[in-house]
C-alpha cells in the first residue's frame, strides 16, 4: 500500500495528548458544576408552578390571595340558588372540641350539609377586632369532609347597641342595621367558596333572640333581611340566602310593663307580616324551625291522634298547628303559594329517656322513647324529601348534650343524638343507616 507508514512512536503521542484533552474537560465540567449547586441563586433553579387540584383533577394556578388557605381541602361545588336537590344536613357545635373529628362524623352518617351558628357578639367585642380562628378551623374541616356548609349569623356585639330591655339580653339586632350587612361582607368575602348558604338570624319574633327597646317587629326584620340579601348576592350570588326561621310558639305576649311592646308573636302572624313587607324579594329559601314535641311527624294537628300515657297534653288538650311538624311546615308553604322552597334550618324530637332528669319546660321529651326519637327523625327526612318543596333539612342536633356539660337539665341535650358521653344514641345509627336518595 504506497503513501502510508506505520510509526508506533507517533500513535503513543497523539493518544496521550487525546487523554490529556479530555481530563482537562472532565475537570472544567466538574468544577462548573460544583459552583452552580453552591452559589446559583434558588430563582434560577426551574420548579413546577404551585397549583391547586381542582374536583375535575386538573391543575389550576393559585390566586395570589386566598383570604382562608384550604389547607388541602377540595371545597365542594357551590349549587346554583335555583337547583331543587333536597339536602341532608345536621347543626354541630363545631368550634367546641376538635371540629376534623365533628365533620368526620357528619361525614360517617352519610349527610351533604353541616350548620354551624355564628355568633358575632362573641368574636367581635369591638369593632374590627374578629377572632375568626374558630370558624375557620370548623370550615375548613368541613371542606375536607366533602361537606356543604350553612352559617346562621346571629347576636349583634355589645358596642352596636345604645340600649336593652334588660342586663342580660340573649340576642339583639344592632341600631343601625348597616353594620350587620357589613359583617356580613366580611363573613362572604373571608370564605368565598367555602360557604353554600346563610341564614340571616334565628328566631326574630321572640325578644330573646330580638331584644330591643321597640320589640320584636317583622317590618324592620324585613329590613335587616333585604341589607343582608344584597350584600351576600354582590359578593356571591351563588350562596343561598336562608330568612331567619321563626319560632313555633302559636301566641303572641306583651311587656306588663309596657303593653305596646311585643315580648314574643305568633309565628303565622310574624310569617304574615314578612310577607306583606315583601320579604320573599330577599331570600332564595323561606326558614323554618319544628321541633316535634310528643307526636310523630306525620300527624296533623287537627287529627285525632291518640297516646293516653302522654304527660305533656299541648296538642290534645290545646290543638293548634304550631304543635305539628306537618300541619307548620304545609302551613309556611301554602301561605306563600309555593313561590318559595322551605329550609328547614331546626327540627327534631327530644328524648331524655333513661335519665334521672329533664330540662324544666320540656316535659315532652319524657314522652319519646331514643327510638322513637329515631323513628320520627327518619320519617321527618323521608317526609320533607317526598313533599317537593323544602330544600334543605338540618337536624337538630350532633353533639351539644356532650360538649354543653351541663348535664340533663341543658335544653338543646335531650335533641342530640350522641349521648353525654360522645356515644351513639339509637338515633345517630339509624340516620347513618338511613337511605338518602337523590340528597346533596
Avoid at 349527610?111 to 367585642?125: D, I, N, S, T, Y
Avoid at 310593663?257 to 329559601?285: G, K, T, V
Avoid at 306525620?298 to 285525632?304: K, M, S, T
Amino acid at each position: 500500500m504506497s503513501g502510508f507508514s506505520f510509526d508506533p512512536d507517533r500513535l503513543s503521542g497523539r493518544r496521550l495528548t487525546v487523554a490529556v484533552v479530555v481530563w482537562v474537560l472532565v475537570l472544567l465540567l466538574g468544577v462548573f458544576f460544583l459552583w452552580w449547586g453552591f452559589f446559583a441563586k434558588p430563582g434560577e433553579m426551574s420548579s413546577p408552578p404551585t397549583a391547586t387540584p381542582t374536583e375535575a383533577g386538573n391543575l389550576v394556578p393559585l390566586a395570589a390571595e386566598t383570604p382562608i388557605p384550604p389547607a388541602g381541602a377540595t371545597p365542594q361545588a357551590t349549587l346554583s340558588v335555583g337547583e331543587e336537590v333536597f339536602g341532608y344536613g345536621i347543626q354541630t357545635h363545631g368550634v367546641v372540641g376538635d371540629p376534623e373529628y365533628t365533620m368526620q362524623q357528619v361525614e360517617n352518617l352519610g349527610l351533604g350539609w353541616v350548620k354551624q351558628q355564628v355568633r358575632w357578639a362573641h368574636f367581635e367585642p369591638n369593632p374590627g377586632q374578629m377572632d375568626w380562628s374558630g370558624y375557620d378551623a370548623v370550615i375548613e374541616a368541613a371542606n375536607r369532609h366533602g361537606l356543604r356548609v350553612m352559617l346562621s349569623v346571629v347576636d349583634a356585639p355589645d358596642w352596636t347597641h345604645t340600649s336593652y330591655t334588660d342586663s342580660n339580653p340573649e340576642g339583639a339586632p344592632p341600631d343601625d342595621l348597616s353594620l350587620f350587612a357589613d359583617f356580613l361582607g366580611r363573613l362572604v368575602d373571608r370564605y368565598r367558596g367555602r360557604i353554600h348558604a346563610i341564614e340571616v338570624w334565628n328566631e326574630e319574633n321572640l325578644d330573646r333572640e330580638w331584644d330591643t327597646t321597640e320589640g320584636v317587629n317583622a317590618e324592620r326584620y324585613v329590613e335587616m333581611l333585604r341589607m343582608a340579601y344584597q350584600t351576600i348576592k354582590s359578593r356571591d350570588p351563588n350562596i343561598i340566602v336562608i330568612s331567619g326561621a321563626l319560632s313555633p310558639v302559636g301566641a303572641t305576649a306583651t311587656d306588663p310593663n309596657n303593653p305596646s311592646r311585643i315580648i314574643y308573636m305568633d309565628d303565622f302572624q310574624y310569617y304574615q307580616e314578612m310577607i306583606a313587607h315583601n320579604f320573599l324579594d330577599y331570600c332564595d329559601c323561606v326558614g323554618v324551625h319544628h321541633n316535634g314535641y310528643n307526636i310523630p311527624p306525620d300527624v296533623a294537628y287537627d287529627e285525632p291522634y291518640q297516646d293516653d300515657t302522654a304527660i305533656f297534653r299541648g296538642f290534645w288538650d290545646n290543638p293548634h298547628p304550631s304543635w305539628s311538624f306537618r300541619s307548620t311546615l304545609w302551613r309556611y308553604y301554602d301561605a306563600i303559594g309555593g313561590a318559595k322552597p322551605l329550609c328547614v334550618t331546626e327540627f327534631g324530637w327530644a328524648s331524655s329517656e333513661g335519665w334521672e332528669t329533664y330540662p324544666p319546660g320540656f316535659e315532652f321529651a319524657q314522652d319519646n322513647t331514643e327510638e322513637e326519637q329515631a323513628a320520627y327523625i327518619m320519617q321527618a327526612y323521608r317526609l320533607m324529601r317526598e313533599w317537593g318543596f323544602v330544600r334543605l333539612a338540618f337536624l337538630w342536633n350532633l353533639d351539644f348534650a356532650q360538649k354543653d356539660g351541663i348535664g340533663p337539665t341543658d335544653p338543646n341535650a335531650p335533641y342530640s343524638i350522641l349521648d353525654f358521653t360522645g356515644a351513639a344514641r339509637p338515633a345517630f345509627e339509624a340516620v347513618g343507616a338511613m337511605e338518602k336518595p337523590q340528597g346533596q
